[in-house]
């Protein structure tokens, strides 16, 4: 993952040392893009730009952020655009300096606006400035996957995909928002736009705000899930179209140039991933488990084992002791901007972290099959 910050003054009131402010901003979430960073300013000086990078597609300078174009445009993204190779060969009348996604997305934006975001498959949050309608604009992908959060006080729009970021501003109080808080509460989670911070929002999935010299404008949808009726369909027909979707979906997510491994819980969703890996070519995948100690009920390495096994992946584990879980508890507190009514969050922490010592960068996992296919009796 990146990071992307910004700071939009769009009144022209005074605000001291912006520079330091961005730089402290990207400081804040220099744990999202460890392999590099840069900053952006317009001439004028009422918008600038932060970002962090984690290189995954074209690891060269070529693929620096802010990035700007011949036309004064100016882009930070955080996310991969799988079908950007695709979107780039419709548009072979431009000359490309990198084979980074982000690029392509910004000529897009140049030639179609915010008409482009119905065109992409993938996960994303960007900021995209307009140089000749001078305006800025900030999207989400379809499902949110990606973060963006913002806030807008006195005339100054800043942003950042995380809300610490935002903390660092000196005019940006941490005051917690009574409402949310319920709805937390109730819930277990917070809808956007709000936060559970009081004058802090993230913006929704699958929108965008435009912001200009005058106004903010109110969030647009670009897109909303469709149901159809496919009750004409036989089985045979429906399986063979969901098999298609899948392998195509695990093929567009190993476009990388950094290793791709994978999550395996020896469940059904992180097995499907694998075979799917292994049947479209990629070999000495490596794939990771976590178990507890004393705790067999809850542990499943004997069934990723058996999967590891099968297509031959090289294989890495880790057995959570209590003593670990007495250490992490008190930092998870500090990883998150809000509170999260999901213990996963636990064993996706260690296993993330083997993931890295063992010198994976890109993971594929399961998550999100169960919403999809009824996967808890709870759904029936």
């Not at 893009?33 to 300013?41: I, K, Q, R, S």
């Not at 140089?131 to 807008?152: F, H, S």
């Not at 899930?225 to 036989?234: G, L, M, P, S, T």
Request: negative net charge; proline residues 4%.
């Amino acid at each position: 993952m990146c990071g992307i910050n910004g700071i939009y003054n769009f009144t022209g009131q005074h605000l001291a040392d912006v520079p330091s402010l961005i730089s402290g901003m990207n400081k804040s979430i220099a744990h999202r893009g460890p392999d590099d960073e840069g900053t952006w300013n317009t001439a004028d000086h009422k918008l600038f730009f932060g970002h962090r990078r984690l290189s995954i597609i074209d690891l060269s300078q070529l693929g620096h952020q802010p990035m700007l174009d011949e036309h004064g445009n100016a882009i930070i993204f955080n996310g991969e655009i799988y079908n950007y190779q695709e979107l780039k060969k419709a548009i072979p009348d431009h000359h490309f300096k990198s084979d980074s996604d982000t690029e392509v997305l910004m000529e897009l934006l140049h030639r179609k606006g915010t008409a482009c975001l119905k065109d992409l498959n993938g996960m994303f949050a960007f900021a995209w400035w307009n140089n000749k309608e001078q305006k800025l604009i900030l999207a989400r992908d379809r499902i949110g996957k990606k973060p963006l959060y913002y806030t807008l006080q006195n005339g100054v729009l800043a942003f950042s995909s995380e809300i610490r970021a935002l903390l660092t501003l000196p005019w940006v109080k941490a005051q917690p928002d009574d409402e949310s808080l319920y709805h937390f509460l109730t819930f277990n989670q917070v809808s956007s736009p709000k936060t559970l911070f009081r004058n802090i929002y993230k913006i929704a999935p699958a929108s965008y705000i435009t912001a200009n010299s005058n106004v903010v404008d109110q969030p647009v949808v670009y897109w909303d899930v469709e149901y159809k009726n496919i009750a004409e369909k036989d089985e045979q027909s429906i399986c063979s179209r969901i098999n298609k979707e899948l392998t195509d979906a695990v093929s567009l997510r190993m476009v990388a140039d950094v290793p791709v491994g994978a999550f395996l819980s020896g469940g059904v969703d992180s097995s499907a991933i694998v075979a799917y890996m292994n049947q479209l070519g990629f070999s000495k995948i490596k794939t990771y488990s976590i178990g507890f100690s004393h705790q067999p009920d809850y542990t499943e390495l004997k069934y990723a084992e058996k999967i590891a096994k099968k297509y031959g992946t090289e294989h890495f584990e880790k057995i959570v002791q209590p003593d670990d879980l007495k250490e992490l508890l008190p930092e998870m507190a500090s990883i998150f901007d809000e509170p999260l009514a999901d213990a996963t969050a636990i064993p996706i922490w260690f296993i993330s972290k083997l993931a890295r010592e063992n010198g994976t960068i890109v993971v594929q996992t399961g998550d999100g099959s169960d919403e999809i296919f009824g996967g808890y009796l709870y759904f029936h």
